[in-house]
């Protein structure tokens, strides 16, 4: 909304307008997750605007994942609510495209993962459950175990996301699992060799030990020359996508 030198505001359109006060009733919980909202034309007659208005005020709320809409005799528009889950497969694929445009480069989305991971590792330290720091234990197998690559990949996966749970905030969560999705997404992880493999296992060792001592302070250093270290491989086994048509 912008102002203009006689303090003039644009008028809202009135498709706006409806999505605005469908939108507030449902984050306030006036209209529940499941409720059928009423038909097109009962909503036209109650705004005082066409069907088409209310069509286009749909689509807008169908858009921010508010409402979903079926056809049939038992069809209509249905309230749903945001979830973790909705929102962070859609920053995924928004970074994707970024980093496909190459838009956002390697270094930068590195650089972010680094700064809510390292916080992360810090406050889960802090936090942390006994079952968490099983589930935790349980990512990290011994060097001698064995393990293909694919399977010591699987598992590094899965420590760097438990990590991000121990802290017990949701949005940290949020904003650091599309980034490493689209990391993992990017990255060739069969050009990493044996060395380097039980390389990151030792310091995934050294990290879980941290947080077994609730040491947030060393666990987030640790976490830190762990993500320093992962830097050149990263670059290293970074996928150029294919040219956006």
Request: hydrophobic share 40%.
């Amino acid at each position: 909304m912008t102002n203009n030198g006689a303090g003039l505001k644009r008028v809202r359109k009135a498709y706006e307008q409806i999505a605005d006060q469908l939108r507030d009733n449902i984050l306030q919980a006036k209209l529940r997750a499941g409720e059928r909202l009423p038909r097109e034309v009962d909503l036209a007659e109650t705004f005082g605007v066409s069907r088409a208005t209310v069509r286009e005020a749909l689509r807008v709320l169908a858009s921010e994942n508010l409402i979903r809409t079926s056809k049939g005799a038992t069809g209509g528009s249905f309230v749903t609510r945001p979830t973790i889950d909705y929102v962070s497969e859609f920053m995924t694929t928004q970074i994707n495209l970024l980093t496909a445009a190459e838009e956002v480069s390697i270094a930068e989305t590195v650089e972010l993962r680094e700064l809510i991971e390292v916080e992360a590792t810090r406050l889960g330290a802090l936090r942390r459950t006994d079952e968490q720091l099983t589930r935790l234990t349980e990512t990290v197998p011994d060097p001698a175990a064995g393990l293909s690559h694919s399977e010591i990949s699987d598992l590094n996966r899965a420590f760097h996301l438990t990590v991000l749970e121990l802290a017990h905030n949701r949005l940290m969560v949020l904003s650091a699992q599309p980034v490493y999705a689209v990391l993992e997404a990017r990255s060739e992880r069969s050009l990493l060799n044996t060395r380097e493999h039980d390389a990151i296992l030792r310091e995934h060792a050294e990290i879980l030990a941290c947080i077994r001592d609730q040491d947030g302070p060393g666990a987030a250093e640790a976490m830190r020359n762990h993500l320093v270290h992962l830097r050149p491989l990263s670059e290293r086994t970074w996928r150029k996508a294919l040219p956006l048509t």
